[in-house]
């Protein structure tokens, strides 16, 4: 028995959500790295902000990899938006200073995992892809396939139509028997 819903889950889960869980993890343990050995103090507690910047870049870019739309450029927009506005707020309060060093590297991870969204989209956009050229295959082989029943009526109706070869054409024909040509 087949349950098309469950398919299209277990597709979605294994094809995308894991693949993007898997880059946001490792970009987020680079970035984490990274800012330990750059950062004095605790970073651990800038960790969730890396995160939620390389889900916010690998999610869209998801998207934007698998649509059959051209909207990578306004992804990209968007993104270099958000981008502007988080580093004017922060890096102008001035209570927020603490932050300043966690940015380039979160902006980093954001891009970095809107790349990696935008690649794993484009695979799954590249599987569509194929799959609809070969049902076109498929459905125009399909269509020139020739059955000997249909065939065969083919053949009794246009016996019935132009008569036997050599023989006198049914009476009831209205159009002119074809010339071969000879």
């Given amino acids: 028995m087949q349950r098309p819903f469950v398919e299209s ?3 979605t889960v294994t094809e995308v959500a894991i693949p993007l869980v898997i880059v946001i993890a490792a970009v987020s343990l680079l970035t984490w790295l990274a800012m330990r050995f750059t950062i004095r103090g605790q970073v651990s507690k800038f960790l969730p ?3 939620a910047l390389a889900c916010l870049g690998a999610v869209p870019g998801e998207v934007a990899g698998a649509s059959f739309e051209p909207i990578v450029g306004a992804m990209l927009t968007g993104l270099l938006g ?3 506005a988080l580093l004017a707020y922060l890096f102008s309060k001035d209570s927020l200073q603490e932050w300043r060093p966690v940015i ?7 891009l970095i995992c809107a790349l990696g969204g935008l690649t794993i989209g484009g695979i799954r956009k590249a599987q569509f892809d194929q799959f609809d050229r070969e049902w076109a295959i ?4 399909l269509e020139n396939l020739s059955f000997p029943v249909e065939k065969e009526e083919r053949l009794i109706h246009i016996r019935r139509k132009y008569g036997e070869p050599g023989t006198k054409p049914d009476a009831t024909r ?3 028997r ?5």
């Fill in 174 to 176: 209205s159009e002119p």
């Fill in 178 to 182: 074809p010339s071969t040509g000879k």
């Fill in 104 to 110: 380039p590297f979160a902006l980093i991870a954001m």
């Fill in 138 to 141: 498929y459905r125009s082989e």
């Fill in 49 to 51: 902000f890396v995160i």
């Fill in 82 to 84: 958000i981008v502007s």
């Fill in 9 to 11: 889950i277990y597709a």
